[in-house]
């Protein structure tokens, strides 16, 4: 509903305002994608990259590993939430909000702890099981077929793809239409299983399709996570592109910034190939029988809540691993606990506090910034505006991250902000705007509309509605917004280390830095407390938007009766 003429802002200042917010966004975007672009014109780098031995092996290594983790994340997602109804779908990601704060990184660090040939997982078994006295010679993590990469990927994208579902199918409005759709399937003699795949999946499925692309592109371009339990001769694309960049050579540059464009080639094949598969003739022929209930039966046969199965103990068990890593000493193999404590690791941790002021600043400021700038467009742009500028904003989220950051590099070189704090700044904000966006849109779409003719009737602007009613109402969003981007700020890593020059060192860049060496225990130290920052976040911000603070927001929202 449009607000009354009397109060509404002129309409040059609204222009004026949402050109300003599209600048703010778009400028930055697109000149370091036309630059990376740039980069990439070179035909002496493309000959390079094709005849080095090591290309043709990781495309064929990274197409697997993206694609496995991608689809398993997907299909277990898809079964979780089909075994789901709404109120346990609500307990669910409740339950699973801690999990999003656990960054890619810390995640793989701690599983590579877990399931490592030395790993506790097999210390416990040993004594019983294998009888063995020394480590032994496995490929656990960093394993030629990726296998250990799947896991990682796959684990860590289920709770994203079930927040994204629920942001949707827990609105009250699809909500209600749902149940009534799900009790007239059932009366025509459909199962709960059947109703759900044959009502609820077509549906969910167009609204998934930007969340399963932003997975299959991380999945495919990841940097930090297979630095960390990714094969390592050859590594995948995104590796190598980013190892030929971080070279001296400017044609080995050159064929680094080639690669991370054949890397978003290989991103936009594989997103082809998907959205051929699900709009083929064939395949909605079958996903409006009884063929897609069999197949994803069949798939996924294991019912139940599969996130209190397996998730949250595997969750659990990484976290544990690297709280024990953190503050181990002497451990020989095949003890289950270690022969001495040490806590030189957290020292450390406590002596660096550069690294923790860089970590927190960078991701209250960009996550702050991310949702003023997200409450604003929301706030101001109209629907059709909305929906055509979403490609933009979502941008960082399907493109490769060694191809986007490559083009800030070049911008922020341009701009003599490289190697600077506003520098990395910018390049956490453009990461975080996108995440920010997507968890926050949903709040406003299913705000009470009726609420505006009431509040315009008893004579009160706009802006005095939108700040003593519309935003207090909205205190959980806008808490769960802030602490995904600061999350999201945290787990970055390609762009604090290009753009702030090894400046600007954060726990993400510690931690993954430190995992290719010998030191398990500051590694382990510096991956808690990459999930320990957000987790506090989140913490917090589920305290500050708990119901109980709402009773506030209805004596405001009875300031507007007389």
Same mark, same amino acid.
């Given at each position: 509903?449009?607000? /009354?003429?009397?109060?509404?802002?002129?309409?040059?200042?609204?222009?004026?305002?949402?050109?300003?917010?599209?600048?703010?966004? +778009?400028?930055?975007?697109?000149?370091?994608? =036309?630059?990376?672009?740039?980069?990439?014109?070179?035909?002496?780098?493309?000959?390079?990259?094709?005849?080095?031995?090591?290309?043709?092996?990781?495309?064929?290594?990274?197409?697997?590993? !993206?694609?496995?983790?991608?689809?398993?994340?997907?299909?277990?997602?898809?079964?979780?939430?089909?075994?789901?109804? #709404?109120?346990?779908?609500?307990?669910?990601?409740?339950?699973?909000?801690?999990?999003?704060?656990?960054?890619?990184?810390?995640?793989?660090? +701690?599983?590579?702890?877990?399931?490592?040939?030395?790993?506790?997982?097999?210390?416990?078994?040993?004594?019983?099981?294998?009888?063995?006295?020394?480590?032994?010679?496995?490929?656990?993590?960093?394993?030629? =077929?990726?296998? !250990?990469?799947?896991?990682?990927?796959?684990?860590?994208?289920?709770?994203?793809? &079930?927040?994204?579902?629920?942001?949707?199918?827990?609105?009250?409005?699809?909500?209600?239409?749902?149940?009534?759709?799900?009790?007239?399937?059932?009366?025509?003699?459909?199962? /709960?299983?059947?109703?759900?795949?044959?009502?609820?999946?077509?549906?969910?499925?167009?609204?998934?399709?930007?969340?399963?692309?932003?997975?299959?592109?991380?999945?495919?371009?990841?940097?930090?996570?297979?630095?960390?339990?990714?094969?390592?001769? /050859?590594?995948?694309?995104?590796?190598?592109?980013?190892?030929?960049?971080?070279?001296?050579?400017?044609?080995?540059?050159?064929?680094?910034?080639?690669?991370?464009?054949? &890397?978003?080639?290989?991103?936009?094949?594989?997103?082809?190939?998907?959205?051929?598969?699900?709009?083929?003739?064939?395949?909605?022929?079958?996903?409006?029988?009884?063929?897609?209930?069999?197949?994803?039966?069949?798939?996924?046969?294991?019912?139940?809540?599969?996130?209190?199965?397996?998730?949250?103990?595997?969750?659990?068990?990484?976290?544990?691993?690297?709280?024990?890593?953190?503050?181990?000493?002497?451990?020989?193999? /095949?003890?289950?606990?270690?022969?001495?404590?040490?806590?030189?690791? =957290?020292?450390?941790? #406590?002596?660096?506090?550069?690294?923790?002021?860089?970590?927190?600043?960078?991701?209250?400021?960009?996550?702050?910034?991310?949702?003023?700038?997200?409450?604003?467009?929301?706030? &101001?742009?109209?629907?059709?505006?909305?929906?055509?500028?979403? #490609?933009?904003?979502?941008?960082?989220?399907?493109?490769?991250?060694?191809?986007?950051?490559?083009?800030?590099?070049?911008?922020?070189?341009?701009?003599?902000?490289?190697?600077?704090?506003?520098?990395?700044?910018?390049?956490?904000?453009?990461?975080?705007?996108?995440?920010?966006?997507?968890?926050?849109? +949903?709040?406003?779409?299913?705000?009470?509309?009726?609420?505006?003719?009431?509040?315009?009737?008893?004579?009160?602007?706009?802006?005095?509605?939108?700040?003593?009613?519309?935003?207090?109402?909205?205190?959980?969003?806008?808490?769960?917004?802030?602490?995904?981007?600061?999350?999201?700020?945290?787990?970055?890593?390609?762009?604090?280390?290009?753009?702030?020059?090894?400046?600007?060192?954060?726990?993400?860049?510690?931690?993954?830095?430190?995992?290719?060496?010998?030191?398990?225990?500051?590694?382990?130290?510096?991956?808690?407390?990459?999930?320990?920052?957000?987790?506090?976040?989140?913490?917090?911000?589920? =305290?500050?938007?708990?119901?109980?603070?709402?009773?506030?927001?209805?004596?405001?929202?009875?300031?507007?009766?007389?």
């Amino acid at each position: 509903m449009r607000w /009354p003429t009397n109060v509404r802002s002129s309409r040059a200042a609204l222009l004026l305002t949402l050109m300003v917010l599209l600048g703010m966004l +778009g400028v930055p975007l697109l000149s370091g994608l =036309w630059l990376s672009m740039a980069a990439a014109c070179d035909a002496l780098a493309w000959q390079a990259l094709w005849s080095d031995p090591q290309t043709r092996y990781a495309i064929a290594l990274t197409g697997w590993t !993206g694609l496995c983790s991608a689809g398993l994340a997907t299909l277990i997602s898809a079964r979780l939430l089909s075994c789901t109804s #709404a109120p346990q779908l609500q307990r669910l990601i409740g339950r699973q909000a801690w999990m999003l704060a656990v960054p890619h990184a810390a995640f793989a660090i +701690g599983l590579a702890l877990l399931i490592a040939p030395s790993g506790w997982l097999l210390r416990l078994v040993s004594p019983w099981a294998t009888g063995l006295d020394a480590p032994p010679p496995w490929a656990t993590t960093q394993d030629p =077929w990726g296998l !250990g990469l799947i896991a990682a990927l796959t684990l860590k994208e289920i709770p994203f793809l &079930l927040w994204a579902a629920g942001t949707h199918l827990l609105r009250p409005d699809v909500s209600r239409r749902l149940t009534q759709e799900l009790a007239v399937a059932a009366t025509l003699g459909y199962s /709960p299983q059947a109703a759900w795949w044959r009502v609820v999946w077509p549906q969910l499925l167009a609204r998934w399709t930007a969340p399963m692309l932003a997975v299959l592109a991380y999945s495919l371009s990841v940097v930090d996570v297979a630095l960390v339990i990714g094969p390592a001769t /050859p590594p995948t694309l995104g590796v190598l592109a980013w190892q030929w960049l971080q070279d001296a050579s400017a044609l080995e540059n050159a064929k680094g910034a080639a690669a991370a464009w054949l &890397l978003a080639g290989l991103v936009a094949t594989c997103a082809a190939a998907g959205w051929c598969f699900l709009n083929v003739r064939w395949w909605q022929r079958r996903r409006s029988s009884g063929a897609t209930t069999r197949m994803a039966s069949a798939a996924l046969a294991t019912r139940g809540d599969i996130s209190r199965l397996t998730l949250t103990p595997v969750y659990l068990a990484v976290l544990a691993a690297l709280a024990l890593a953190s503050i181990t000493g002497l451990w020989p193999f /095949p003890d289950l606990w270690p022969t001495h404590w040490r806590a030189s690791a =957290w020292r450390a941790v #406590a002596d660096s506090s550069d690294t923790l002021w860089h970590t927190f600043w960078l991701a209250a400021s960009s996550a702050g910034c991310a949702l003023v700038w997200a409450v604003a467009w929301l706030e &101001l742009a109209p629907l059709s505006w909305h929906t055509r500028m979403q #490609a933009l904003a979502f941008a960082p989220l399907v493109l490769p991250g060694v191809l986007w950051v490559v083009g800030l590099h070049r911008l922020a070189l341009q701009w003599q902000l490289d190697g600077t704090a506003t520098g990395v700044w910018l390049a956490h904000w453009l990461a975080c705007v996108p995440y920010v966006l997507l968890t926050l849109q +949903g709040a406003y779409r299913s705000f009470d509309k009726r609420l505006y003719p009431l509040a315009a009737t008893w004579g009160h602007g706009r802006w005095y509605f939108v700040w003593h009613v519309k935003w207090p109402m909205m205190r959980a969003a806008l808490a769960s917004a802030f602490a995904v981007g600061f999350a999201v700020s945290v787990a970055q890593f390609l762009p604090t280390l290009y753009i702030g020059a090894g400046r600007f060192a954060t726990v993400t860049t510690e931690a993954v830095t430190l995992s290719s060496g010998g030191q398990r225990n500051l590694t382990a130290a510096f991956a808690w407390l990459q999930w320990l920052l957000p987790a506090a976040v989140f913490a917090g911000a589920a =305290w500050w938007g708990r119901p109980r603070r709402l009773t506030q927001t209805h004596s405001r929202l009875g300031t507007i009766h007389p």
